[in-house]
């Protein structure tokens, strides 16, 4: 099992198969990054694109941290290192028997999720800690102070930090003790993605 670099890369969310050039383009750029990971969220894609774009990425670089978004059977296929459930997706507990040995079980946690739904997960991925459109309006942003709270309510459990963050939030997100970011919009809305991320990753070797 292999937990997160440092910093993981979430894909927008928004792509079709039409815009799958640009996207591949910029994960195949940021792959070779040392300490930065994929996580692969992109819904509107088919499971074969998905395959093919995650096996593409693992040929790329073989020893890049690669996740899979709610899909169990598609990290294996794809021999990816993780996959990252939602609160749609099965518990990690119920796919702690027959997954765990071969890739890493992440969930995406809230401040109020019970405490429970965590159990079986290998790490957590919490937000959003600063204020972000994808969840403005569903979920208050936590701010330094929740951070830290939930990273000690997840009882020694790694946590990636995520939600409107950038390589100026890397010193609040490691004194709450969460281990890394995991970045969107500072990776994928910037004009030089590469160059964002190689800017996070020198504040977090600082």
């Keep these: 099992m292999r937990l997160p670099p440092p910093l ?6 928004t792509s ?5 050039a640009a996207l591949r383009a910029r994960l195949c750029a940021l792959v070779e990054l040392d300490g930065v990971g994929v996580l692969l969220r992109e819904p509107a894609l088919g499971e074969a694109a998905q395959f093919e774009l995650l096996r593409e990425l693992r040929a790329r670089a073989p020893r890049a941290w690669l996740c899979a978004h709610a899909r169990p059977a598609l990290a294996l296929a794809a021999a990816a290192d993780a996959v990252q459930l939602s609160f749609r997706s099965l518990l990690p507990r119920e796919l702690a028997g027959w997954i765990r040995a071969r890739v890493a079980l992440g969930l995406s946690a809230h401040a109020h999720d019970a405490a ?32 830290a709270r939930e990273v000690a309510r997840a009882a020694g459990r790694p946590v990636w930090a995520i939600g409107g963050l950038g390589a100026g939030d890397v010193a609040a997100v490691r004194a709450s003790g969460a281990r890394g970011l995991a970045l969107r919009g500072a990776l994928f809305d910037a004009p030089d993605p590469v160059a964002a991320a190689r800017a996070v990753l020198a504040e977090l070797s600082a």
């Excluded at 079709?16 to 799958?20: F, Q, V």
């Design 8 to 13: 993981i890369a979430v894909t927008p969310g």
């Design 116 to 147: 429970e739904r965590w159990d079986g997960a290998d790490y957590l991925i919490v937000g959003p800690v600063r204020d972000t459109p994808s969840k403005r309006g569903l979920v208050e942003p936590l701010g330094d102070a929740g951070l």
């Design 16 to 20: 079709a198969a039409g815009g799958l």
